[in-house]
């Protein structure tokens, strides 16, 4: 079983539309949560981070996370073609080195 | 800007070649990283290193061995090139003694024939 588990898309929304993106993870002592975002040649860049259950909200991104369930995602609001890439979600726990998933890829419509 | 430098963006060697990959970081991070991606398979760990000639094992360190000799510089080694270590690599850095946020290089995507 991998440790953390995204679905590998594509993804596909209309320009404006949420998009929706998942994760699960099987280490119950995780405690960092981050979302990356990787265009095509590029390396990874952080969007958001989440610590505690809930929401977290960052202009049109929203992380939430809930560790009961082991499930993290990252809702996208208003997407726009811009947001197309792949994004992968991190989880950190007892070491320093964060596990990546093997990322979603996200389509926006024009 | 720069803040993670890896110092070859592209490298073609030969199976049974000695190969290496350097970072540095200009943030004074006092942890180091080094990833590979594949398609499908994500970012893989390699190594990593939380000091100075300190370093230890990722998910994935056959075939490969790293040195931290400066704060700044982490080096990846492969000692003796494969196929199937064709791949992307990516170096990133953190602060910090949890794990936090990493901040990646550019990546250095290595082909090996």
């Known amino acids: 079983q991998k440790e953390v588990e995204q679905n590998s898309g594509p993804l596909s929304v209309p320009e404006g539309a949420i998009a929706s993106l998942n994760c699960t993870y099987s280490?119950?002592?995780?405690?960092?949560f981050f979302w990356y975002r990787q265009y095509s040649g590029k390396s990874p860049e952080l969007i958001m981070s989440?610590?505690?259950?809930g929401d977290k909200e960052d202009g049109r991104f929203t992380a939430q996370l809930n560790k009961a369930s082991q499930y993290v995602s990252l809702l996208i609001r208003d997407s726009q073609p811009s947001d197309s890439a792949t994004y992968l979600c991190?989880?950190?726990?007892?070491?320093?080195?964060?596990?990546f998933g093997s990322g979603t890829r996200l389509q926006v419509q024009p | 800007d720069v803040k993670v430098t890896q110092s070859s963006r592209y490298l073609v060697k030969r199976t049974g070649e000695k190969v290496f990959l350097e970072c540095v970081q200009d943030?004074?991070?006092?942890?180091m990283f080094w990833y590979r991606q594949d398609p499908g398979l994500g970012l893989r760990l390699i190594y990593f290193?939380?000091?100075?000639?300190?370093?230890e094992k990722g998910d994935i360190p056959e075939g490969y061995s790293v040195s931290r000799e400066k704060k700044e510089r982490f080096s990846l080694i492969l000692e003796s090139a494969s196929t199937n270590q064709t791949s992307m690599y990516l170096c990133?850095?953190?602060?910090?003694?949890?794990?936090?946020?990493?901040?990646f290089g550019a990546g250095s995507r290595l082909t090996v024939l």
């Open positions: 990133a850095s953190s602060q910090g003694s949890g794990a936090n946020v990493l901040t």
């Open positions: 280490d119950r002592g995780s405690q960092s």
């Open positions: 989440i610590y505690s259950n």
């Open positions: 991190a989880v950190g726990g007892g070491r320093r080195a964060l596990t």
């Open positions: 943030m004074d991070h006092e942890n």
């Open positions: 290193s939380y000091d100075v000639k300190m370093k």
